[in-house]
């Protein structure tokens, strides 16, 4: 079993900051992606930002240049730095991985994290 667990939501000003982090933890042999979604109410689930395991970013358009992903594969946990949030920003975020289990199994799953509040308002 893997668990995906996040931290670091809460309430910001627009133009404040927030650092999300999600920590992977049980039978893991190895990571691949791990990347951020966030979902607001009325609306689908979109990718905010991603990362592999060598370090290369993906971003979505409206995040790119204000959010910072980053990650730790000694710790098993990926970062979002979130800087210049806007309203629009409102969501909650998950943290997802593509997790290989241990001992070495021949498929990757995606697991999920319990999703952890952001809300940008003055």
């Known amino acids: 079993q893997v668990q995906l667990v996040e931290s670091g939501g809460g309430l910001v000003q627009p133009g404040g900051s927030l650092r999300l982090s999600c920590a992977a933890s049980?039978?893991?042999?190895?990571?691949?992606?791990m990347g951020w979604y966030r979902q607001a109410p009325g609306k689908e689930r979109e990718l905010v930002a991603a990362?592999?395991?060598?370090?290369?970013?993906n971003y979505a358009d409206s995040v790119k240049g204000r959010f910072t992903i980053s990650r730790d594969n000694a710790k098993n946990t990926v970062y979002l730095q979130m800087n210049s949030l806007k309203p629009d920003d409102t969501a909650v975020y998950y943290c997802?991985?593509?997790?290989?289990?241990?001992?070495?199994?021949?498929?990757?799953?995606?697991?999920w994290g319990q999703g952890t509040q952001v809300t940008v308002s003055s």
């Open positions: 049980g039978s893991i042999f190895s990571i691949s992606a």
């Open positions: 990362i592999t395991s060598g370090g290369s970013t």
């Open positions: 997802n991985a593509e997790v290989r289990g241990s001992p070495p199994e021949p498929d990757e799953y995606d697991y």
